[in-house]
């Protein structure tokens, strides 16, 4: 069983930078597409990014490419999500989640396991 946990939230102004964590006690995340979602206030959980199993590609939203990267530490066994350039529209709860073969990473129903997110709230 993958258990997830989220970290580094919290409030910052406009422009500022933030580096959420993920991290896992229950396997290898190396083994897993490692996603990154985010659900603000009165809308629906979308996809920010992904990092795909066994390697370090990625794929990102159009709305924070070139702003968030994602990347992980297979020694500490977690993943990152720094955020640079924040911008009050990326204020959500952000979530981490992991599949062993998604066909489709960018669709939330394609991961079993899940975080319990973390809040990151950006003021102007």
């Known amino acids: 069983q993958v258990q997830l946990v989220e970290s580094g939230g919290g409030p910052v102004q406009a422009g500022a930078s933030l580096r959420l964590s993920c991290a896992t006690s229950?396997?290898?995340?190396?083994?897993?597409?490692v996603g990154w979602f985010r659900q603000a206030p009165g809308k629906e959980r979308a996809f920010v990014g992904v990092?795909?199993?066994?390697?370090?590609?990625?794929h990102y939203a159009e709305s924070v490419k070139g702003r968030f990267t994602i990347s992980r530490d297979n020694a500490k066994n977690t993943v990152y999500l720094q955020m640079n350039n924040l911008k009050p529209g990326d204020t959500a709860v952000y979530f981490c989640?992991?599949?062993?073969?998604?066909?489709?990473?960018?669709?939330?129903?394609?991961?079993?396991?899940w975080g319990q997110g973390t809040q990151v709230t950006v003021s102007s």
């Open positions: 989640a992991a599949d062993p073969g998604a066909w489709d990473p960018v669709l939330e129903s394609e991961y079993d396991y």
């Open positions: 990092i795909f199993r066994g390697s370090d590609n990625t």
């Open positions: 229950g396997g290898s995340l190396r083994r897993y597409n």
